[in-house]
């Protein structure tokens, strides 16, 4: 078990009086003695990102004074520049904030919605099959976006410095350009096909005259993106929902097939949530409730394994894997039949939760090998019950902000809004364009995922707050589609359960299942030895892709460390 250290309140104590920073930790943990990779290490703050630029800018904030929502809202506008694949203006997600004032913890829900005009059977073709391309490449694959008003609304409530002061940094970047980072480049290679066939207006943009993108080192200026974010930063976010970019939006979707109208826009709305909360071994753990699932099955999980003592087996030992691959499957089966946007039907989120179901689900499973998938049904909850890009940043005053934002695919629908320099997701296809037909990320959604106007599409989106004692202790989330909510549960057990520092616990290899299709996902180093007793328990191993890519943040003995995934090209912790 990691060890617990006695850091009773020191939240409250640091929020009465900061200044007492300076004399808490004299004796920092030890570190060296057998880790095999150092976090990053700050005194007083720290934000961990995939971007550089934006993971300084959020820095920047906290080193003047600002807390962790202002550092993290302006990290969110930063990334709508530097890392336009991800970060965005033109998508949604979730942002989970423990504000120490208050001593609360509650979570955003900037998810994008189905506009007023989309039907359930939108993406089916005349034979009644789903046509991928009208929910991934086309606006008609995009829900109306969220990021502006989410954004806004966690400053609004949290925050301590204005609208246009954290926007000012991403401004300046857009105006008088940036150099473009090899992660941006690399995308950009990749998407160039669909990107020039989609999206004229973003291909003149990123790419050269004669079709390269622009190269890591190389000078990029937006003045469309630039414009856009300064009449944000006057005119706040009815500037994107009913004034010079909602009409913007509106008439590239009327031009163009789309559904999203200036109404829709008007009537977008970020929802306050309840996080979903658990215990593992004496951590509080809380997380995003519906619509993302990335809460209710973490904490379910996490709940199957508890009594397990995996480390007793070791990190990544066959048997430990095995464990974690039998919870994934009963955790991905539930996800597939009660999951979806809680607006519209009752999820049985505390039946999910409770450590009885948990204890239901360990009776089933098999101990020694792989139960097949095919023979794991969701469950049933009991009548009467009711029912891609991630950072972090926590703050000397105790304040912690645990953020992910998706326009789902890489540049999302690849289609740019014209004169308003963003990219729009395509987020529909999240949404179960039909029963048991798996969206992109091979996940089978049921009846509560079915597309409906107004209706939030359902995410695996994991932004996660550990507390020890009532103190953030631990931040991370990630990006990887259906493979967020496992890689989270992996970086959590590494921390709590196999004694690693932050930063070994971002980078040790992973494994995936999600119940359908019936394959263990592993990472190219995870032994040989380990994948033989896999396979001979049943498995069927799939290497490559194997798990999300993370980041976290942590707070212990008075230090504050953080880790990028280095899975990635770029990313940036750090720590001042
Ligand atoms: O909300 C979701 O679950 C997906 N749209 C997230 C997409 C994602 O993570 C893509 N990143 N690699």
């Known amino acids: 078990m990691k060890k617990q250290i006695g850091i009773v309140s020191i939240f409250c104590l640091l929020a009465s009086n900061p200044s007492l920073l300076s004399q808490i930790a004299q004796e920092p943990p030890i570190y060296g003695s057998g880790d095999s990779s150092h976090p990053v290490v700050g005194r007083s703050g720290i934000v961990s990102s995939r971007d550089e630029l934006s993971t300084k800018i959020g820095l920047d ?83 109306v976006p969220g990021t502006v008003a989410g954004l806004a609304m966690a400053l609004e409530k949290f925050g301590t410095l204005t609208l246009a002061e954290v926007i000012q940094p991403s401004i300046n970047l857009a105006e008088n350009g940036f150099p473009v980072d090899y992660d941006l480049y690399t995308s950009l290679k990749r998407g160039k096909e669909n990107i020039q066939k989609l999206s004229p207006e973003a291909y003149s943009i990123y790419y050269h ?47 163009n097939g789309g559904l999203i109208t200036q109404k829709d826009l008007a009537l977008y709305r970020p929802a306050l949530r309840e996080p979903v909360t658990g215990d593992f071994n004496g951590y ?16 379910q999980m996490l709940n199957m394994l508890e009594p397990l003592d995996l480390s007793e087996y070791g990190h990544n030992s066959a048997k430990a894997i095995h464990l974690m691959a039998e919870t994934m499957k009963y955790a991905y089966a539930d996800r597939s039949k009660h999951l ?19 204890d239901s689900l360990r009776d089933k499973m098999n101990m020694d090998a792989a139960t097949d998938s ?26 912690a902000v645990a953020n992910t934002y998706t326009i789902n695919f890489s540049f999302g629908s690849k289609i740019l809004v014209p004169g308003a320099g963003f990219f729009l997701n395509n987020e529909m296809d999240d949404f179960s364009a039909k029963p048991n037909v798996p969206n992109a990320y091979g996940l089978i959604g049921g009846e509560f995922n079915s597309i409906e106007s107004e209706k939030r599409m359902l995410s695996s989106m994991t932004p996660t707050i550990v507390f020890k004692e009532g103190a953030p202790y631990l931040l991370c989330g990630g990006r990887g589609g259906s493979r967020i909510i496992t890689a989270v549960l992996q970086v959590v057990l590494n921390v709590l359960e196999f004694d690693m520092n932050v930063s070994e616990a971002v980078a040790a290899p992973r494994v995936h299942h999600q119940w359908l299709p019936d394959q263990l996902r592993i990472e190219k180093t995870i032994n040989t030895d380990t994948k033989s007793i896999l396979e001979s328990m049943g498995y069927e191993l799939k290497a490559g892709f194997a798990t999300g890519y993370t980041n976290a943040a942590m707070f212990e003995d008075g230090f504050f460390y953080g880790a990028s995934d280095p899975r990635l090209p770029s990313g940036l912790a750090e720590g001042y």
């Not at 946007?341 to 009885?356: R, Y």
């Not at 469950?379 to 890009?389: A, K, L, R």
């Open 61 to 143: 904030i906290l080193k003047a004074g600002g807390n962790a929502i202002d550092a993290a809202v302006a990290v969110g506008f930063a990334m709508a520049v530097t890392t336009p694949q991800a970060g965005n203006l033109g998508g949604g997600g979730f942002m989970l904030v423990h504000h120490a004032e208050t001593d609360t913890t509650i979570a955003i829900d900037y998810r994008e919605k189905a506009p007023l005009g989309a039907t359930r059977d939108m993406y089916l073709d005349e034979e009644g099959n789903v046509d991928p391309n009208k929910s991934r490449y086309s606006r008609m694959g995009a829900g």
């Open 209 to 255: 005259k004669d079709g390269r993108p622009y190269y890591p080192g190389e000078i990029l200026k937006l003045p469309d993106l630039a414009k856009t974010l300064k009449a944000i930063a006057s005119k706040g976010s009815d500037a994107f929902y009913k004034g010079s970019i909602a009409k913007l939006i509106a008439r590239d979707m009327e031009t």
């Open 284 to 299: 509080q753990i809380a997380s995003m409730p519906p619509p993302s699932s990335g809460g209710v099955h973490i904490v």
């Open 340 to 358: 979806g946007d809680s607006d519209f039907n009752p999820v049985p989120v505390d039946w999910l939760v409770s450590k009885e179901y948990a």
């Open 374 to 399: 095919e023979s794991i049904m969701p469950g049933t909850p009991p009548i009467e019950g009711p029912d891609t890009t991630h950072y972090n940043v926590i703050d000397k005053f105790g304040n």
